[in-house]
């Protein structure tokens, strides 16, 4: 082993041994990481931000200590008192590795920004906001009755809107008293309509008759990635989606090796909670300037998130969910203001978080069921949001159950040879030829196979990077489809396959998607290992939604729901030849989307179907599949492709997948390709 320092790289996973004193730009052109830089690493443009994470992580058996990255140099001082760095970044043209570190790339330093595809679906929602607008004419202070004018305010909004109980904040009073004369005692004020725990609230006031509107933020805030809407809460349109990274990446990139971080680290909590603050600040200062709204105009949000996100969010230590029984610090609907948890919009903005409904399935499954409603289903439905940390949910009329199945980030690219998020450039959509078992494909950004002529010309800008999660699940699944993957997850020889594509790697095979070496592009493959990873993150997906199915009693559902970012851009076939869920006809498989985004907007603008989904969640029963004995059952059959003991008749409909195992025990031909095994000596 090298005795040169580890230099690992986040959110992508590439890692490599670097002599003492190597640049962190030059450690990170070498192993493909994507990290700006336009000056050459001289010093001058600062794209080249870095954040360089210490304590210890578990998940890369590495300890990051203080001295990790040289001193601060001349060159960081004078950029930081011209323009400023954000606390804690460095630039990797001057920070050198001095030993075993983790180095964050955050969004801004990446050249291929990456597609946050949380969109906001298109969705008819019953417009009750928590927030509306009142006009009110207020009597005139009066030497001979004396009275303050916030007095007089709330007599007016009593006398002309029934308002008779409301409070104000220290911020609005500083406010009122300038505008109410410039409006000449005729102003527009917002109200916070109370609720169980609140009174009614005055949030913003202004002279005059205001025909403006207020808005509020549907936060999805997953472990990958953290996705917002902002909306006119007058009229429910969404003025702006946006998305960025989850900073917390850096210290893990799934949710255990969070919590773990958070144990073996004294102030690991800390430093995640302010990390996630931090970018979603950063978020709501891009959708803000999106969406042209001053912030302080944004008056309400809705979060939805996993338990440990959920706890880490609100600042609370995740110890207690890294073990059993996985016990939340509370499960119900939690209710604050902004300036709680020090978010940059009105200081006095409400933030409702929907409740949990158990130590693994966190407030966003609760937001799938509120926009899918599996409990008014007729029919019987899975809903699996796919995602780092997969939430699944099963139910009609008669019951809803739920779990939760830790995928880890493969479907995210992450952990995948030539693996990356999405952006322009990923590999997104793969056909291999059935004759010349050769692959074409589409990337982001492009709507041409690359077999097209005006490929090369319609991709100059970003060329080829990589692949993502929906490119790599229909590359394995494709490779099975045509031979050259066999069942239990082995790549054959190119003589076993027939595939020119094929290429010995080591002691297994790897699959030749793309070679752009020549012009100074990168190499793409898919290794056995790759192949392996895909495997396991789809075993403890399939596993979840057949563990739901037994406590069912049911052998099979009416349909599935593809919900999530991510599930949105899943073939159904492949998914299905792949093993992720199970058989059912393929019409029957549809997309919902960012369901969990779409359950945060439905709570921000009816605050009715608040009291519903805390209703819902008490009624789901919760199935915890680390005390199953059947799922790890269930696990070990899911890691053939698609099964090794499920029969998928409907998929065998439409696909007739090869039979041939690659695992000759001595590296023949297999037994089924017409080879003979060798025999082990004596």
């Known amino acids: 082993m090298s005795t040169d320092p580890l230099v690992i790289f986040t959110p992508s996973g590439k890692r490599g041994y670097f002599p003492a004193g190597t640049p962190i730009l030059t450690a990170a052109r070498q192993l493909g990481v994507d990290l700006d830089s ?15 994470s210490y304590g210890e992580f578990s998940k890369h058996n590495v300890t990051v200590r203080d001295g990790a990255l040289s001193e601060w140099n001349s060159v960081e001082q004078r950029y930081q008192d011209k323009r400023g760095l954000i606390e804690g970044r460095r630039l990797g043209c001057q920070a050198t590795v001095q030993g075993d570190v983790v180095i964050d790339v955050p969004p801004e330093s990446q050249v291929h920004k990456q597609v946050v595809r949380k969109r906001a679906e298109a969705r008819d929602i019953v417009l009750n906001p928590s927030t509306k607008l009142y ?192 016990a939340l610090a509370t499960s119900n609907e939690v209710r604050l203001r902004a300036s709680d948890l020090g978010l940059n919009i009105h200081p006095a903005a409400h933030v409702y978080l929907l409740p949990c409904i158990a130590g693994h399935v966190g407030a966003d499954a609760a937001a799938v069921a509120l926009s899918e409603a599996p409990d008014k289903s007729d029919d019987l439905v899975l809903i699996v949001d796919v995602g780092t940390n997969a939430e699944i949910l099963l139910g009609n009329r008669d019951k809803v159950l739920a779990c939760s199945s830790p995928t880890g980030p493969a479907f995210e690219g992450a952990q995948i040879s030539s693996g990356q998020r999405a952006a322009p450039g990923a590999i997104e959509r793969v056909e291999i030829d059935a004759i010349t078992k050769l692959p074409r494909f589409k990337v982001i950004g492009s709507d041409l196979w690359s077999d097209d002529p005006a490929f090369a010309e319609a991709i100059a800008t970003t060329g080829v990077t990589g692949i993502c999660g929906s490119g790599i699940i229909e590359m394995v699944a494709e490779m099975r489809i045509h031979g050259i993957v066999d069942a239990p997850g082995l790549i054959g020889t190119a003589e076993q396959t027939g595939s020119t594509a094929v290429f010995a790697d080591g002691r297994t095979n790897s699959y030749l998607v793309y070679d752009g070496t020549a012009d100074g592009g990168p190499r793409i493959t898919v290794t056995n290992r790759d192949i392996r990873e895909i495997q396991m993150a789809k075993a403890a ?142």
């Open 38 to 52: 336009v000056c050459g690493g001289r010093g001058i443009c600062s794209k080249c931000q870095i954040t360089p």
């Open 135 to 326: 006009y009110v004419e207020v009597a005139e202070p009066d030497m001979h009755d004396p009275s303050g004018d916030f007095e007089r305010l709330q007599d007016a909004l009593r006398d002309q809107w029934d308002f008779e109980n409301i409070s104000a904040d220290l911020g609005f009073l500083q406010k009122m008293q300038p505008v109410l004369r410039k409006g000449a005692w005729k102003v527009t004020v917002a109200v916070h309509l109370g609720d169980e725990e609140n009174p009614n609230r005055l949030m913003h006031i202004w002279p005059g008759y205001y025909d403006g509107t207020v808005y509020g933020l549907a936060v999805d805030l997953g472990s990958t990635t953290i996705a917002a809407h902002l909306c006119n809460l007058l009229t429910g349109e969404v003025v702006a989606s946006s998305g960025v990274m989850n900073p917390q990446i850096r210290f893990g990139e799934d949710l255990m090796s969070r919590v773990s971080y958070s144990m073996m680290n004294a102030s690991g909590a800390e430093e995640m909670t302010r990390a996630v603050r931090e970018g979603m600040n950063t978020l709501f200062a891009q959708i803000a300037k999106e969406g042209d709204v001053e912030r302080d105009l944004i008056v309400d949000a809705v979060f939805v998130c996993n338990p440990v996100m959920h706890h880490l969010f609100l600042g609370i230590d995740p110890f207690e969910l890294g073990q059993a029984p996985f």
């Open 541 to 682: 997906l399939y596993s979840g939604a057949r563990l739901l199915m037994d406590k069912f009693g049911v052998e099979k559902v009416d349909r599935v729901v593809l919900a999530g970012a991510f599930g949105a851009h899943i073939s159904t076939k492949h998914a299905m030849v792949l093993g992720m869920i199970p058989d059912c006809p393929l019409d029957k498989v549809t997309s919902a989307g960012n369901a969990a985004g779409t359950g945060a907007r439905i709570a921000l603008l009816n605050t009715d179907a608040r009291a519903e989904i805390e209703q819902t969640v008490r009624d789901i029963h919760k199935i915890e599949t680390a005390i199953e004995p059947r799922f790890q059952e269930h696990f070990v059959n899911a890691s053939a492709i698609p099964n090794a003991v499920e029969p998928f008749p409907i998929l065998n409909s439409i696909v007739t997948l090869p039979s041939a195992t690659f695992n000759t025990g001595g590296g023949g031909e297999s037994a089924e390709g017409g080879g003979r095994r060798r025999r082990r000596r004596a």
